[in-house]
């Protein structure tokens, strides 16, 4: 256990220097001139000089791939290039917004999905089986930004349930990211009901549920008490596998809601070339994912005895 | 001599078992027709020439249509979708879509699975330092957060020195630099779960029996890697390539409604987005247009997915 841990830590060095590597170098190929944007169209000669020898565009790839690492050891990611705010004022700012969206989607979301699923799989077969099956299979082949303008159309402009756009911090944010919620939790639900039916039924279909059967359980017994523990263990890990990208957050639905969270900060960021928010959010969203991926592999070693971690 | 028994072709039989759903024929129908209609809208460009027909106003062609929106009606095939704000026909351009969709789904789930499937072979069956290589890049490729790899990589295709490569291409002609943009994109995002799946298959195959048989023969790695491994893990593929074929024309409407995606020619991400300001003034035919072959052709790719995925799975037999 402590050998896996160990393990799996340090091999998540060598991914986050490479993660830091491709972010790094894809900016140094597509990012715009950070320059231009902060001087406006036309800067004195000088003055771009100086700024471009502050910022370290002169140094080579190497050494800001090495002052990148040295920043991001030291945990201080400097200040924007766009308005000179700490990018960590800027990450706390936008966390708020993202967790006030992501938090609630996620969690009715998981809770419509996995009870939806045992219902579909209790009733295997039935017609309330094939109509939720053939809805999934619907919803997911609608695009998101269909579900967005419609969601914005019909609900928010014409029925003026929902505001269409913006956000206000503290409990009015409720009213805000109501309809944002309710189109993030249409979009997951098909996914995810088909694939917690899939793990349902694949639990289902082993021996021991045939021997629980044979003992004479009721089907709901043997659904609730052998099967749902058993196929915890693959849905647990999904949902945890899934906590990072509730910290990045929907950019589209943030973009599109006007909600001032990191999903908009990033792509606000990636459009202005600014390179320090770039940077700290790659690798935010790459600590996270690797450490939540260790923790869904301990997870299911820790539900389920039969794995051993090696 | 007899010829020998070979049995039934695994392949057969899955079409014997994919038949057996009428649904899953009539989607394959379905999206053979949409297919039909790509080639077709392809070939009327090639023989027309520029400018295209989709560029058009239905009154520079003739015709006593306003050069603004108007609904659909039956008088006209070009007006039957109805027209855009600047007079132009829907359906040529949701035709034209439909071109565009194929060209970025079958060229971007191919391109995914060409990287995929070959690091996948190459992992699983020499294993070792070059495996542990192979495993690095995906871990790492999986780690960047996804909008972050997507968007910039669009950026850098448009910027960077591929387009250079792009534009000495003798097909830079019919394949606009947008659409070049996301099939690259496209397929440098989202090799990486069939990468997975076809190297923890390969490692398992390579252990079986009959791949110790053909060595005891002395067959080529190469021989033995294609004609005994690959047709094995095939189905992998057949499966990954129809939903990296969806993800591939989701993602193009929406890397064409952030501005990186598709531009010079419609397509319908270009309908969508436009929608947008559209629909506060009513017009809403666009949308429909687009929206709903968008929807039918995910949902044919989506359908037809799963019943291969069914038909393929020895397990079910």
Avoid at chain 1, 135 to 157: C, F, N, R
Avoid at chain 2, 133 to 150: E, F, G, K, N
Wanted: with cysteine; glycine share 8%; aromatic share 12%.
């Amino acid at each position: 256990m402590i050998q896996f841990l160990t393990r799996r830590l340090l091999y998540s060095i060598p991914v986050l220097l490479g993660v830091a590597f491709i972010s790094l170098y894809l900016f140094h190929v597509a990012g715009g001139d950070p320059v231009a944007m902060k001087l406006g169209k036309a800067p004195d000669p000088a003055e771009v000089e100086a700024l471009r020898l502050e910022l370290g565009l002169h140094d080579s790839f190497f050494i800001q791939y090495i002052s990148f690492l040295r920043q991001f050891l030291s945990l201080d990611f400097g200040t924007s290039w766009a308005d000179d705010t700490p990018v960590r004022d800027i990450f706390i700012r936008g966390l708020m917004p993202t967790l006030s969206l992501s938090l609630p989607a996620f969690v009715l979301g998981s809770m419509i999905s996995v009870t939806v699923s045992l219902v579909v799989a209790f009733y295997r077969g039935s017609l309330i089986d094939k109509a939720v099956t053939a809805m999934a299979i619907a919803g997911i082949s609608v695009s998101s930004l269909i579900y967005i303008l419609l969601g914005q159309w019909v609900l928010a402009d014409r029925w003026k349930l929902f505001p269409i756009w913006g956000y206000e911090y503290g409990p009015g944010a409720v009213f805000f990211v109501a309809l944002p919620v309710l189109i993030w939790i249409t979009l997951s639900v098909g996914t995810d009901v088909r694939y917690f039916r899939t793990v349902v039924l694949e639990e289902i279909s082993r021996d021991y549920v045939r021997t629980a059967r044979a003992k004479g359980l009721s089907e709901a017994r043997v659904l609730f008490g052998h099967v749902l523990s058993n196929s915890a263990i693959p849905i647990i890990t999904r949902l945890t596998i899934a906590i990072p990208f509730l910290v990045t957050g929907s950019f589209l639905l943030e973009i599109f809601f006007g909600i001032p969270g990191l999903g908009s900060t990033l792509y606000t960021a990636i459009q202005n070339s600014d390179l320090p928010v770039v940077k700290a959010f790659t690798m935010l969203g790459a600590v996270l994912y690797v450490a939540f991926n260790i923790l869904a592999d301990l997870l299911y070693a820790w539900f389920d005895p039969r794995i051993r971690l090696s | 001599m007899s010829t020998p028994d070979y049995g039934e072709s695994p392949w057969r039989a899955a079409w014997i078992r994919f038949r057996r759903d009428p649904v899953a024929v009539g989607f394959l129908a379905l999206f053979m027709a949409y297919f039909g209609v790509a080639v077709l809208a392809q070939l009327v460009e090639l023989w027309d020439g520029a400018p295209f027909l989709y560029e058009l106003n239905l009154s520079d062609m003739g015709m006593d249509v306003p050069e603004t929106a108007t609904a659909p009606e039956l008088s006209h095939p070009l007006r039957w979708l109805g027209t855009t704000s600047a007079g132009k026909s829907v359906i040529l351009r949701v035709f034209h879509g439909t071109k565009v969709a194929f060209v970025v789904g079958s060229c971007g789930a191919g391109l995914s699975v060409i990287i995929g499937l070959t690091l996948g072979l190459v992992g699983g069956w020499f294993g070792r330092t070059i495996d542990e290589i192979i495993v690095y890049i995906y871990s790492t490729v999986a780690s960047v957060p996804y909008l972050l790899l997507m968007l910039a990589l669009a950026f850098v295709v448009r910027q960077g020195p591929i387009a250079a490569y792009y534009r000495s291409f003798a097909f830079s002609e019919f394949v606009s630099l947008g659409l070049f943009n996301i099939v690259v994109v496209i397929g440098l995002t989202s090799w990486v779960t069939l990468c997975r799946l076809i190297r923890a298959e390969v490692k398992k195959v390579r252990e079986l029996e009959y791949v110790h048989a053909a060595r005891a023969l002395g067959l080529s790695d190469t021989r033995i890697l294609f004609k005994h491994v690959l047709p094995n893990v095939f189905h992998l593929v057949i499966i990954n390539f129809s939903l990296t074929f969806v993800t591939a024309i989701k993602s193009e409407v929406i890397l064409t409604f952030l501005g990186v995606g598709v531009d010079r020619e419609p397509s319908w991400g270009q309908m969508i987005s436009d929608a947008r300001s559209e629909l506060m003034q009513g017009v809403w035919w666009p949308l429909a247009a687009s929206g709903i072959a968008l929807f039918v052709l995910t949902l044919s790719v989506n359908y037809v997915g799963d019943a291969l995925r069914d038909a393929l799975d020895p397990r079910l037999k």
